[in-house]
C-alpha cells in the first residue's frame, strides 16, 4: 500500500472502510490542496470515483503537482466553491463529500475578512443548500478546526470547551462548521465535523506560512536558512501527520454514528515550538533558529498553549494518530528536498 | 417626559446619560422599525442629532409611520445595510452607532439562508470595516439575540452558557456579534452587545408572528380572532417592554466600561405562553386562545423554556426593567387599538 511516489501510507484498520469506498463516487472541495489531494490519492487506492474540486487561487493551498502520478485516473474540475452554478453540477451523483475548501489564513482573515466570509460561510451555506435540494442523502466531512476554541480555558481541549474564536477566520469557520450540523439536524443531511489541529506532511503549502508555519520552516530549513519561531518558543502545540487526518475523515464518512457530530482530532505527542524546531534541525543534520518577539499583528491574536483532546473520536470511531512526529518530519523533510521547487518556484 | 403620541417613557436613571446624547451625532441602521424608531423618539428628546437608515424591506420591521411625529426632526435615509457605499457615507461624522438592523425571523432565516447571512454577518462585517477605516471612535451598540444560546442548559440564562444556535439566523446573528467584539478588542473600537430577549410594545411589527408571536396576537385580538399558542403553551418566556430597551441602549453607548462586553437583557417576570395569552385576553375584556400542534418545522427549532439572567447588566449599569408584563401590554393594545391600521393593511 504505496503511494506513487513511495512514500508509505498509515494502515487502514478495518476492510469495512476500504469497502465502502469502492466504486463510490466522491468528491473533494478543495481537491488539489494538501489535505485534499492526499485524500485523493488514498481513495484512488481504495477504489473510488474521485472528483476534485479546485480554485487554484495562488494565497491557498492548491497545487497540481499535488495530483502528480494520480491525474489521469480522477476527474479534475477547476472551479470556486463561491460559484453555485458549478457546484450544483459538481454535487450531482456523489455519494460522499469531504468538504475541504477554504481559505485558512488568520492574517488573510484580519486583512480581507468579506473574502474569508465569502469563502468560509457563503459558500458553504450555498453548498448545503444545494445539498439539501438536489442530493439530501450525499455524506459529507466537513474540515473545522481548533481555532474556534482560541485561547484554550485548559487543556487538552475537549469538544465541550467554550467556542470562542480571535480572529475573524475563527468566526467564520464556526459559522461554516455549525450549518453543517444544523443542516444535519433539521434535513437529515448526514455531516460530520472533523476540528483538525495542526496537520503537516508531503503536499503542504510551504511558500509561506498562511497554512502553517510548519510550511515555511521546511522551505526555511532546505534553503538553509534559519527557522523564525516567535516569541519565547515555548507555547505548546499538536501535530497530525496529514496520513492520519486522511484516515479520520475517511472512518469519520464511512461511520453511521458520525453523523451530526463534531469530533477534535489531535495528538498524544505535545511539543514546543522551539523543541518541534530543534527536532527539525536533527533530522536535517544542522541549520539554526532565531527567536523573533512577536509583531502587534500577531500578539493579539496568539491563543498561547493549545492541544486537543481526541478521546471521543477514538472512542466512537477507533482513530488513533499512527505516524511520529519524528517520522512525519523526516518524511515531509524529504518530500520537499526532493520536490521543494515544485512548491516554491 | 412623553412620546409624541402620549405614552409616558420609563424615567432614565442618571443625567450623566442625558447631557451624553445632547448634540451627539447619532446613526441608527433599523431606524424604522420597532425598537429602532422608539430609540429615535428618545434620543430626539435627549437633544441628539439622528439619522435613520433603513431598508423598507416589507418583511421586516421597518414603517415610516412610526416615525409620524419626529419626522422633521431627524434625517431618514431609505438604503441598505448590504450597500457599502450608502453606509460609508452614514457613518461619517457620526458619534455613536446603533446598529439594530436585522433580519429577525428564524423561519425566514431557514427558507432564504443566504439572504440572512447578507444580512445578519455580511453587512455587519462591511459596516465595521467601513467605520474601522473611516470613523474608529465610533462607539457602537449591537442588538444581538437570547437566540444564540440555543436550548438552554440551565435557567436563567447567564452570559456564560455556551452559545449553541439552532437555527441559520442564530448562527448568523452569533456571528454578527462576535465581529463586533473582535473590532473592539483588535482595532479598540467601542462596540457594546446586548442579547434581547423577547422585546414587545408599541410599533412592533403585529402584520405576523415575523418579529415576535406577541406581534400577531395583538393584531388578532383586536380583530377579534382567538390567539393561537403552539405546543401546550407552558414554555415560560421572559419579555422586556421596549421602553426599557431603549433605556439599556443609551445606558450601553454612554458607559465606556460596557465597551468590549456583551450583556443579557431580561425581565423579572417570568411567564408561560398560556399565562401570557391569558393575561392579554383580560386586558383586552375578552376573547379566547387556541392550543395548536407544534407544525414540524417549528418544533425543530423549538427551545423549550428560556429567561435571561441579567444581573451582570444591572450590576455594572445599573439597568432593571420599569414597565411591568401587565402596563406594557395594556400601553400596546392601546397603542394598536389607535393606530393598529398603520401596520396591518
Known sequence: MHEPNGLPFAELPTMMETDFFNHRNVLITGGLGFIGSTLARRLVELGAKVTVVDSLIPQYGGNLFNIEGIRDRIRVNISDVRDPFAMAHHVRGQD????????????????????????????????LETCRKTN???????????????????????????????????????AGEWYHLLY???????????????TYGPRMRVKDARQTFLGIWLRRIIEGQPLQVFGDGTQRRDFNYVDDVVEALLLAAASDKAAGKAYNLGSGEVVSLKALAELLLELNGGGRLELSPFSEELKKI????????????????????????REGLKRSLEYYRRHGKEYWD
Not at 439536524?185 to 465535523?193: A, D
Not at 496568539?302 to 512526529?325: A, M
Open 96 to 127: 460522499v463529500l469531504f468538504n475541504l475548501a477554504g481559505q485558512t489564513s488568520h492574517l488573510d482573515s484580519m486583512k480581507e475578512p468579506e473574502a474569508d466570509l465569502d469563502i468560509n460561510c457563503k459558500a458553504q451555506l450555498s453548498l
Open 302 to 325: 496568539d491563543i498561547g498553549d493549545y492541544y486537543g483532546n481526541f478521546t471521543k473520536f477514538e472512542g466512537e470511531l477507533g482513530w488513533r494518530p499512527k505516524i511520529s512526529l
Open 136 to 174: 439530501p442523502a450525499i455524506r459529507i466531512v466537513f474540515a473545522g478546526t481548533r481555532q474556534i476554541y482560541g485561547k484554550p480555558d485548559y487543556l487538552p481541549v475537549d469538544e465541550a470547551h467554550p467556542i470562542r474564536p480571535v480572529d475573524v477566520n475563527g468566526i467564520n469557520k464556526t
Open 184 to 198: 444535519n439536524s433539521t434535513y437529515g443531511i448526514p455531516c460530520t465535523v472533523l476540528r483538525l489541529t495542526n
